[in-house]
């Protein structure tokens, strides 16, 4: 199968785009100007529902939508393309929409950037203490684009130095063996599958030769199963991108390769089956992640029925997210007691097999935060959480309580309950980050 990407520049010869209106053409222009816009001919011939493409989980995961931008904004990039305004009027504004829509949340530049020799680390992040995310220059990008994204200031060139990348397999390996705690490496991006197998095999022969005693595990960040399963079934280098694979499962190291679904949609094709049952013939395992998303997937029939499929197709359902507060998290944000009314009634219809999965989740600057869910404790109504990571490990899968809160949205908007001043945390945390 041949790879077609679509954007802005081309999107409008996709044959299908003749069932849009004037109207939802200047939208996706106007909104695509902003966020990130990028689809390709699997998801546009096989994934989305053209019947239907206004209401298509599939069409809106990919194309930008109106309503992504709050209407002011939207107003006056639309003004700059109807008056044809010229390429640096539309990327000056394109830069101040986009920075105020919170380009980098929870921290993720300034506090996880760790230092090997007194020199910065670009490209990798080192919160947790036992895994390591390493981001390969060369998959700072994906498939396909989400409009939901939280990396998506990567994307969109508004900043030199928001591109996380980095060359050094050796300084990685470095960083790795004088880090005993390490046991995993989690490999992302953007989409690190995006990567030629020769460039990826540079990386990975790179660790296994070092021979780490204590790294364990190699996790794979990837949405290419949703967005290019083709990557493991008809690329050229299909067959080596599996072997390295293999080659790492050989060597006693586990592989985990974290795809990414949001809606069971994509777990229907048969090349999104084929390309699952050859990566498990690896020997990887496959665990699955989503954010759970209004207008995509805020629905617990969906999640229970893509726990199911992806259960039936040998993968290990592992996360289920709150949508982060950047980008149209307007458009997909809902709130934390309803993203755990979900989870909940979703999990409740699912065999324990299936209920592997933990969330919801929020990623934020002291960790990731499950909502446990909602009670009343001595007539209170309250919000239940816990850590499922810390910055501080020590604080993982301890209960805390926040005030019932129906509109909250981020753990930003939870206050203490039982009238409490700071969650348990707060204080070490503002200690962590003044280092
Ligand atoms: C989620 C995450 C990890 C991995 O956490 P696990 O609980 O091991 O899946 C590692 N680093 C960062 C920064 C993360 O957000
Ligand atoms: S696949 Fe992941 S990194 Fe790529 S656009 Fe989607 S959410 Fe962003």
Redesign the pocket.
């Known amino acids: 199968m041949r790879y077609q990407t679509y954007a802005l520049h081309n999107f409008k010869s996709i044959p299908q785009i003749e069932r849009l209106s004037e109207e939802d053409l200047l939208n996706i222009e106007v909104v695509g100007s902003v966020l990130?816009f990028?689809t390709n001919n699997y998801v546009v011939d096989e994934l989305i529902d053209w019947d239907n493409f206004r209401e298509d989980p599939m069409f809106i995961l990919n194309f930008p939508q109106k309503s992504m931008l709050p209407e002011d904004d939207f107003n006056r990039m639309a003004e700059l393309l109807l008056s044809n305004a010229d390429k640096a009027t539309i990327r000056e504004e394109a830069n101040i929409i986009r920075e105020k829509l919170n380009p980098h949340p929870a921290g993720q530049l300034e506090y996880n950037v760790p230092e090997l020799n007194g020199e910065r680390l670009n490209g990798v992040q080192h919160k947790y203490r036992e895994t390591m995310l390493f981001f390969p220059s060369q998959g700072q990008?994906?498939?396909?684009?989400?409009t939901?994204?939280?990396?998506?200031p990567?994307?969109t060139n508004m900043d030199g130095d928001i591109k996380f990348s980095m060359k050094e397999a050796d300084l990685i390996v470095d960083y790795i063996r004088e880090h005993t705690e390490i046991t995993d490496l989690l490999i992302?991006?953007?989409?690190p599958m995006v990567m030629k197998a020769k460039s990826f095999d540079v990386y990975i022969s790179k660790i296994l030769d070092a021979n780490i005693e204590h790294l364990k595990t190699i996790r794979i960040?990837?949405?290419s199963l949703?967005?290019w399963p083709y990557r493991f079934l008809t690329e050229p280098d299909a067959d080596d991108m599996l072997a390295i694979f293999k080659k790492i499962t050989e060597a006693g190291k586990s592989v985990s390769f974290m795809a990414?679904f949001n809606h069971p949609q994509e777990l229907s094709t048969e090349a999104v089956k084929q390309a699952v049952q050859k990566i498990r013939n690896t020997g990887a395992i496959i665990r699955t992640q989503s954010p759970v998303l209004n207008h995509i997937n805020a629905h617990s029939s969906i999640w229970a029925e893509m726990w199911r499929k992806q259960v039936e197709l040998g993968m290990i359902p592992y996360y289920m997210f709150i949508a982060r507060d950047t980008g149209a998290q307007d458009y997909f944000g809902i709130p934390v007691v309803r993203a755990w009314q979900i989870f909940q009634k979703a999990y409740t219809q699912v065999s324990g097999v299936a209920r592997t999965v933990r969330g919801p989740s929020m990623s934020c600057t002291p960790g990731k935060i499950r909502v446990v869910g909602v009670t009343e404790i001595r007539g209170e109504k309250i919000i239940a959480l816990e850590f499922i990571q810390g910055r501080n490990s020590d604080w993982a899968a301890r209960p805390f309580f926040a005030k019932y809160d129906c509109k909250a949205q981020w753990v930003d908007d939870l206050k203490p309950a039982f009238g409490g001043d700071n969650f348990f945390y707060e204080e070490e945390l503002a200690e962590m980050l003044l280092k």
């Open positions: 990130p990028k990008t994906c498939h396909a684009y989400c939901f994204c939280f990396r998506w990567q994307f992302t991006g953007g989409d960040g990837s949405k949703s967005f990414h």
